[in-house]
């Protein structure tokens, strides 16, 4: 039984990649059919498989790995392509497998017209190998490659479309910008291996910083400067990966590449990365207070920002973009509070209802022959019925309504947020004292709390004008469109019922509970040690806080108010120009970075490659060799008395110096 | 006596292949394409490989006959270079059978010489005796010196065939004088026999002869600064495949016939005392050959010779893995790094030339970076191939060349006997040099816009040539495990040192087996 559970594993991860060859090599000649069974049997096999082994932990079995290869085993350093399977990864992986099969099964109605159908399914199935890879490896390196792997795959699928300048170019800049947390990654990782002495593995890393090692003295960090650094190292790849400030920018262009993909990769999984690795590791970031305060504050910052800026945006892509970054805000809130449980739950809700959405943009999109400007729709419940009710769901749940899965998680981060501001005298030990952790930090979570709440406000209200302004008031698109829509197949409306039903039920799963087992002790013990006071404060004010943002949203959109946004664009105008500009932030970016590099890129291009390379080298080394070829023509008789001459004008020295 | 021909079959093997196909030569239809030669001779190289591997599986095994075990040691060591060298020859072989009729000097000795040429540098890497030694490298180079003149109706072959044959035969000519100060000094020839005599007795002046005429003759072969002049020349004007077996085979043997020859017999203790001791000499050579060999290779037009180049440049790195490594107890023990960097620079030397040997057309080359400009578009697999190949030698992951790279240099910081630093910075800063001609190879493959038509060889042997030996530098440099195994192996599994010969036993030859056998 164990050996046959263990090779799940393998089942799990490589299928997807068999698919991503079979479609990318074969593609071409197999036919739609082919392709499409393969790209969604694979991923859909891969689930069942997961869903058997996620049935074996919750029978009370012990977590399980499966080894694949020996990867490098020189010296000192081991390291193993294998598989951990415990309660994190499980739920992980189930999310994974699961929300991406819908997906690609939504990807055989909404692609089914494009001309690179196969290149697209073997991209799709090479990110789930990828992501499977990032969830699923038991060490460091196996979850570096996977890291890479669906950055990677993020880029190839962003610039699917490649023959469009601009969406090459968001595909480029959502590389880059990834690089530049891979960059912090790294740096945080080989610190990491640097001081654990060559430890990849998670379970050899946690018992090296657990808590009996820092009782004895035994942690390998003696300073919390460096656990710091590290933590703080590793959060720079999580910002690239997930989204946050300063890195956040990538997300809103990647919107450029098909909408699934934007569904799977920008909203139910890659994106998560970031909040996966940290709850992995929660057992070295809870020795960092500063590295937690710091991810917290990051986390709130960029749930309130990209809230206000979804408020005003048109393209409905771009307002769930803003919405998917806000919402990666609050899951970093969580962890930076410590609530791991919390954001791992409000990680799976959202990768249900935002994949909801996304998709449910998508049947609009497809629908309107393209067009992606809400204010260019309107009234689409009446063309779109079931996708109309599906997106209703999804932004109900996101808003946090009551009894939906998004109030559930959500109320959990902010629980945790606001307990852990009130919790000053928690009997914890350890060097660091996370009594002072929760004693120094206090009222700044509350304020954080605050902000969480303001931000809450926010999705509630665009999420609403998103709904409204789409699927209610007048149609305002052109003719041809209402007249002739694409009305959405099978293919694509069964994965949003699926998803929708989850966005309901799925707040009704324990996840906090079935993480408990893989949180460190102080983790635990700050779970435990939550004032419960304090959520029966909380919830009136979020319930109320989104009843008045789904009013509002209503009131000027739908309702009696509604000339007056365009009045307060009009009399608030530079506010709104700023907000619409996203803050200018590209802007910023752009003049601050990208224009300096580009600078120095061309005065080196100047100096080195016109004066040096050009120059000296490429004018030069015909001089060269002329000169050469006129003195070989001079000593045309001489040369090999002259290399034998060499010869022993070495020796000569030789002796010289052995003398 | 029938073990010891067993343990014998790769030698043996490789022997009867030359003889065989040398025949067949005679007997084949003049008229007819002498390409079923070549298969033949892949077929017969590649049971020889199969006999060695199971020699290696085995661990090495000792030669019972003491005619045999005072001559020849098949200690992982040897079996480790047989493999390497036999590899070699056959994606020579694979990657000539095609570029020989294009180029138009397709005669059937072609394949017999590079099959002696093999033989001789397989007993030179198994030679227990300097006698052995020299009577392998003479085979090796006698065949190289016909190779190299193979295209004999182009001026620039004959004129490379020509140099090579004189310079050669001038460093053979120190190599023979060593030899004999060497026979001078100890009364005997037998490798294990001299360390111990140099291990009692002080080297004193005949060390300091001994070890320059060596350094000159060896430095030859390996084409260290300043012995390396013939070596653009002659890799120009030889056939490109054996250009490859030049730069992958030979510099192999070389390598590994030095390290045992001054690791075993020059490694006492004895010879570090002396007024500067030959690692200090090849310390100097390396930085010398590095930074020559690199910056005459920026400055080059023609790939062949920048290739060349780049061989010189890449034996400094190579003698900086014997520089670090140790002798103990009498017998080679190289850091693991050597193995692996030899195996590394072979492949993708021989790969890369390989695919140049694409370049040909009717008996004439004429390989210009120009000539490159848009490789890529007409022959994809080949240009993919001549990246990794590219990559490799400039020591960039994931290829074999950089964990070369890399386990010479580790290798260099961990070693205790000298402060080897400098040498690693030094070495360090020449692999980011190379990077910049190595890199021109692929910008004008993938960037440029070809210039005018040229022909090239399509042949799917010389595809498989380069293929295989692309697949083998990726492989060992993503999944390093089983070569570093089989390194480490090849340095530190020396059965010559349990089986050290005593003087008495070489002394008087016939003498009984039981002295040998343990």
Known sequence: MSLQVESLLGIIVFLPLLGAVINGLAGKKLGKGVVTFVGCATVGVAFVAALFAWLHLKSGQQPFHWLAWNWIDAGSLHVNLEYYFDHLSALMTLV??????????????YMGEDKSYYRYFAYLNLFMFSMLNLVLGSNMVVMFLGWEGVGLCSYLLIGFWFDDDLKAQAGQKAFIVNRIGDFGFLIGMFLLLFYADGTVDYLQLQSLFSDQAREVGTLPLRDSLTITAICLCLFVGACGKSAQIPLYVWLPDAMAGPTPVSALIHAATMV???????????????????AMATIATVGALTAIFAATIGIVQRDIKKVLAYSTVSQLGYMFLG????????????????????????????????????????????NLRKLLPITHITFLIGTIAIAGVPGFAGFFSKEAILHGSAGLGLTTDVALTGPWGLSEYAGVFAGWFQVLTVVGLVAALCTAFYMFRLYFVTFWTDYRGDRHSWDHPHKPGFAMEIPLMVLAVLSIVGGYFPVSDWLAPILSRPAQLLVENHDSALSHMLMPISITVACIGIVAAWFLYVGPGRRLPSLFASRLSWLHTVVFNKYFVDELYHGMIVRPVQVVAQALFLVVDRVVIDGIGVRGAPWVVAMTGRMIRFVQNGEVQRYAVAMVVGLAVLVYFLK | MAADLAHLSPLLIVCCVGLGILLLDVFADPKQP??????????????????????FATGGVLLTQPYFAVALTLDPFALFGFALILVVAILTTLASVHYLPSQRCEWGEYYSLVVFASLGMMVMVAAADLITMFVGLEIMSVAIYVLAGFK?????????????????????GFLLYGLAFVYGATGS???????????????????????????????????????????????EGSPSPIAGLMAGGVKTAAFLALARVFLTAFGGADFENLAISWREVFYWLAILTMTVGNILAVVQQNVKRML????????????????????????????????????????????AFAVVSMLGKDGEEDITYGNLAGFAYRHGFAALCMVIFMASLAGIPPTAGFLGKYLVFTDA???????????????VVNSMIGVYYYLKVIVFMYMREPRREFETIRSVPMGIAFGLAALVVVVCGSFPDTTIRWSAKAATGNPSADSAISAASVIDVPAPVATTAK
């Open chain 1, 96 to 109: 994974v497998t699961g929300v991406g099969f819908l997906i690609h099964v939504f990807s055989v109605g």
């Open chain 1, 272 to 290: 998560t990365a970031g909040v996966y690795m940290i709850t992995r590791l929660n057992f070295l970031f809870m020795l960092s207070p500063i």
């Open chain 1, 335 to 378: 962890v930076g509070v410590g609530a791991f449980g919390a954001s791992v739950f409000h990680l799976m809700t959202h990768a249900f209802f935002k994949a909801l959405l996304f998709l449910g943009s998508g049947a609009v999109i497809h629908a309107m022959h393209g067009e992606q400007d809400i204010f260019k729709m309107g």
């Open chain 2, 34 to 55: 002498k390409t079923f030669i070549g298969y033949v001779a892949v077929v017969g190289l590649l049971v020889a490989l199969a006999a060695t591997g199971w020699l």
């Open chain 2, 152 to 172: 004999r109706q182009s001026p620039f072959a004959i004129e490379a065939a020509m140099k090579y044959f004189f310079l050669g035969a001038f460093a053979t």
């Open chain 2, 189 to 235: 020839t037998n490798l294990n026999v001299v360390a111990e005599h140099f291990a009692k007795n002080d080297p004193g002046l005949y060390g300091i002869v001994i070890v320059i005429m060596m350094i000159v003759a060896f430095g030859f072969k390996i084409a260290a600064v300043p012995f390396h002049m013939w070596t653009p020349d002659v890799y």
């Open chain 2, 308 to 351: 060349a180049y780049s061989s010189i440049s890449h034996a400094g790195y190579i003698l900086i893995g014997i520089v670090a490594s140790r002798s103990v107890d009498g017998g080679a023990v190289a850091g693991s790094g050597l193995f692996f960097y030899l195996l590394a620079y072979a492949l993708s030397s021989v790969g």
């Open chain 2, 413 to 427: 910081l961990a070693a205790t006997h000298m402060n080897l630093l400098p040498l690693v910075l030094v070495a």
